[in-house]
């Protein structure tokens, strides 16, 4: 846990969203506020402050080592322990096998999706624990009331101060789905358990709101209308925009190779109830994939998923008639619900199909039935081949661009990059052979069984964390951070000016003027009316025709080193 969690976590500047991130819990740190999240100096609401509140408590207790945004990262350390825990919990639970525990640690930490985004200051680190978190208590909400109650409630409550309603409006809707899936689940204790849960989630949905509508109406009305409805609906204007048949892809490669095993045990599952099933389940799957497969092609309709969500509750429901309830059956409601909403939503981005891991992490630790040998055979052979593909490139890449000779490789990579200067570091590249060969024993002594295969995975992925950390670091670093630009501009303004006006320039860039300056920029798009009338403007190049002709100079241009766009400063004529 330790080697994947470590490594790029501590060592570099906040990149590309980060900066924003980083920007909010900045804030926190300066002015103490944990009510209202700001960012450059202006209200940011599209989230709750948990993350930036608890982000920047790490980063005052580790001031004294760490730059405050490494610091700050570390409270992605807290969060993953809360969701392998939960996980493992849950995983023990639905299954009944101890050993599923360690396996859904071990798969979950293998996704491909996961390992970026706890290696990055980001809100949904809190939210995936949170969900997790209450997931686990639903695997229990049918027998311990008490306990079910305190983590369902504990998590959503979580989910909804790290992301908004986005978390527990999805647990909220599984948990109103599994009493008509599951007679266990429309008892006394399961009800009790449900009460349990608004109570313990009572601080967290209340407590924070109604301190923001204390401090301003109109700030509660942006973030619950704009930002958490507005941006589901899409009548916000705000994020990416909806892709057709998006969460079907994204799943795939999110919870690669755990999908496929959780897709071997949902069928496995299938076959060995199928006696006890009604004969309409098998046709209808058939009739499923023939739907959904119509439904993409044409695009026919928004609710793409629809179809094999239907089924999976179908298929649930009968389980649970045909052989009694199984706590392993509440993971299908737990997918099928997520990816129906998400389908439903106006706005498609990887990063929201995290919550539905965990449900396929426990659907594949299900142990129904032994995954086939060729199966696991073939999957593990395919793993291997891309992981080493992989670490391949990242070792020879790196390789190619500090060997002491021009090549095609040295090139590309210098001219995207020419303030980079390659050095040859023997220290390094004798660490990366150690990593290789450390991978390599692994392959070697861990057998290619089913549970082999997820160790050898995620050995993998350890180490190509590793060689990316070890070899790429510095050049990401260079490419990435505004650091340099922003120390630059600020060596060139005027001893005397009232004040930086911009347009439209972003809340990264803002941020980090702010973090390494102490200068708040103030955007004009965002403040509208009551933006002060600067003697300084910063403008994008592809806005500089905002900085009227004969009246302003321009005193500095510049930009990051790996990118193309340019900044520049303007001052008033005297």
């Given at each position: 846990?330790?080697?994947?969690?470590?490594?790029?976590?501590?060592?570099?500047?906040?990149?590309?969203?980060?900066?924003?991130?980083?920007?909010?819990?900045?804030?926190?740190?300066?002015?103490?506020?944990?009510?209202?999240?700001?960012?450059?100096?202006?209200?940011?609401?599209?989230?709750?402050?948990?993350?930036?509140?608890?982000?920047?408590?790490?980063?005052?207790?580790?001031?004294?080592?760490?730059?405050?945004?490494?610091?700050?990262?570390?409270?992605?350390?807290?969060?993953?322990l809360v969701t392998v825990i939960a996980l493992g919990y849950a995983a023990r639970?639905?299954?009944?096998?101890?050993?599923?525990?360690?396996?859904?640690?071990?798969?979950?930490?293998?996704?491909?999706?996961?390992?970026?985004?706890?290696?990055?200051?980001?809100?949904?680190?809190?939210?995936?624990?949170?969900?997790?978190?209450?997931?686990?208590?639903?695997?229990?909400?049918?027998?311990?009331?008490?306990?079910?109650?305190?983590?369902?409630?504990?998590?959503?409550?979580?989910?909804?101060?790290?992301?908004?309603?986005?978390?527990?409006?999805?647990?909220?809707?599984?948990?109103?789905?599994?009493?008509?899936?599951?007679?266990?689940?429309?008892?006394?204790?399961?009800?009790?358990?449900?009460?349990?849960?608004?109570?313990?989630?009572?601080?967290?949905?209340?407590?924070?709101?109604?301190?923001?509508?204390?401090?301003?109406?109109?700030?509660?009305?942006?973030?619950?209308?704009?930002?958490?409805?507005?941006?589901?609906?899409?009548?916000?204007?705000?994020?990416?925009?909806?892709?057709?048949?998006?969460?079907?892809?994204?799943?795939?490669?999110?919870?690669?190779?755990?999908?496929?095993?959780?897709?071997?045990?949902?069928?496995?599952?299938?076959?060995?109830?199928?006696?006890?099933?009604?004969?309409?389940?098998?046709?209808?799957?058939?009739?499923?994939?023939?739907?959904?497969?119509?439904?993409?092609?044409?695009?026919?309709?928004?609710?793409?998923?629809?179809?094999?969500?239907?089924?999976?509750?179908?298929?649930?429901?009968?389980?649970?008639?045909?052989?009694?309830?199984?706590?392993?059956?509440?993971?299908?409601?737990?997918?099928?619900?997520?990816?129906?909403?998400?389908?439903?939503?106006?706005?498609?981005?990887?990063?929201?199909?995290?919550?539905?891991?965990?449900?396929?992490?426990?659907?594949?630790?299900?142990?129904?039935?032994?995954?086939?040998?060729?199966?696991?055979?073939?999957?593990?052979?395919?793993?291997?081949?891309?992981?080493?593909?992989?670490?391949?490139?990242?070792?020879?890449?790196?390789?190619?661009?500090?060997?002491?000779?021009?090549?095609?490789?040295?090139?590309?990579?210098?001219?995207?990059?020419?303030?980079?200067?390659?050095?040859?570091?023997?220290?390094?590249?004798?660490?990366?052979?150690?990593?290789?060969?450390?991978?390599?024993?692994?392959?070697?002594?861990?057998?290619?069984?089913?549970?082999?295969?997820?160790?050898?995975?995620?050995?993998?992925?350890?180490?190509?964390?590793?060689?990316?950390?070890?070899?790429?670091?510095?050049?990401?670093?260079?490419?990435?951070?505004?650091?340099?630009?922003?120390?630059?501009?600020?060596?060139?303004?005027?001893?005397?000016?009232?004040?930086?006006?911009?347009?439209?320039?972003?809340?990264?860039?803002?941020?980090?003027?702010?973090?390494?300056?102490?200068?708040?920029?103030?955007?004009?798009?965002?403040?509208?009316?009551?933006?002060?009338?600067?003697?300084?403007?910063?403008?994008?190049?592809?806005?500089?025709?905002?900085?009227?002709?004969?009246?302003?100079?321009?005193?500095?241009?510049?930009?990051?080193?790996?990118?193309?766009?340019?900044?520049?400063?303007?001052?008033?004529?005297?």
């Open positions: 846990l330790v080697l994947w969690a470590i490594p790029y976590l501590v060592g570099h500047e906040p990149f590309n969203d980060e900066a924003y991130t980083f920007s909010l819990i900045y804030n926190v740190v300066s002015t103490g506020d944990p009510v209202v999240p700001m960012a450059g100096g202006l209200p940011f609401m599209e989230k709750p402050p948990l993350y930036f509140v608890t982000a920047a408590t790490a980063a005052n207790a580790f001031a004294s080592w760490l730059p405050l945004h490494d610091g700050a990262r570390l409270i992605n350390v807290v969060y993953l639970q639905a299954s009944g096998d101890r050993r599923a525990a360690v396996v859904a640690v071990v798969l979950f930490l293998g996704c491909l999706g996961i390992w970026e985004v706890y290696h990055r200051l980001i809100t949904d680190v809190a939210l995936m624990a949170g969900f997790t978190l209450a997931l686990a208590g639903l695997v229990d909400a049918w027998r311990l009331p008490l306990r079910a109650g305190a983590m369902i409630g504990t998590g959503a409550g979580m989910a909804f101060m790290a992301k908004g309603l986005f978390g527990p409006g999805q647990l909220g809707l599984v948990a109103m789905t599994l009493p008509l899936c599951f007679a266990a689940c429309r008892t006394r204790t399961y009800w009790l358990s449900m009460a349990w849960a608004a109570l313990f989630s009572l601080p967290w949905v209340v407590l924070w709101p109604l301190a923001l509508y204390q401090v301003s109406p109109a700030l509660f009305d942006d973030w619950l209308w704009t930002n958490n409805i507005g941006r589901f609906t899409g009548g916000s204007g705000k994020g990416p925009g909806e892709k057709f048949g998006f969460y079907f892809y994204a799943i795939v490669w999110q919870a690669w190779p755990a999908i496929v095993l959780a897709a071997w045990q949902v069928w496995a599952a299938y076959r060995a109830a199928a006696p006890a099933l009604p004969a309409w389940l098998g046709r209808g799957f058939a009739a499923v994939l023939a739907l959904t497969l119509l439904i993409l092609v044409f695009k026919v309709s928004k609710m793409y998923a629809l179809p094999l969500v239907a089924w999976l509750l179908l298929l649930a429901r009968a389980q649970a008639a045909a052989q009694g309830f199984q706590p392993r059956l509440v993971a299908y409601v737990g997918f099928a619900i997520p990816l129906l909403v998400l389908s439903l939503a106006s706005t498609s981005t990887d990063i929201y199909a995290i919550v539905l891991l965990p449900s396929v992490i426990l659907v594949a630790v299900a142990l129904v039935a032994d995954f086939p040998a060729t199966l696991v055979k073939w999957l593990d052979r395919l793993n291997v081949a891309l992981l080493g593909a992989i670490a391949l490139y990242i070792f020879g890449s790196w390789f190619a661009l500090h060997v002491g000779f021009d090549n095609p490789v040295r090139a590309h990579f210098t001219g995207r990059l020419p303030a980079y200067e390659p050095r040859w570091r023997s220290g390094v590249f004798l660490l990366a052979v150690l990593i290789f060969a450390a991978w390599a024993w692994q392959l070697w002594r861990v057998a290619a069984t089913w549970t082999g295969m997820a160790w050898r995975w995620t050995g993998g992925i350890i180490a190509i964390g590793l060689l990316f950390d070890l070899l790429w670091r510095s050049y990401i670093d260079l490419s990435q951070s505004y650091t340099a630009m922003i120390r630059d501009m600020e060596a060139n303004l005027p001893a005397n000016y009232d004040c930086i006006a911009a347009f439209d320039l972003g809340e990264s860039l803002r941020g980090m003027i702010h973090y390494r300056t102490g200068i708040i920029v103030q955007d004009e798009m965002l403040v509208g009316d009551q933006a002060q009338d600067c003697d300084l403007r910063l403008l994008r190049e592809d806005i500089h025709h905002l900085a009227p002709e004969g009246e302003w100079r321009s005193i500095w241009w510049g930009k990051r080193s790996g990118d193309r766009k340019e900044y520049t400063v303007f001052q008033r004529a005297q």
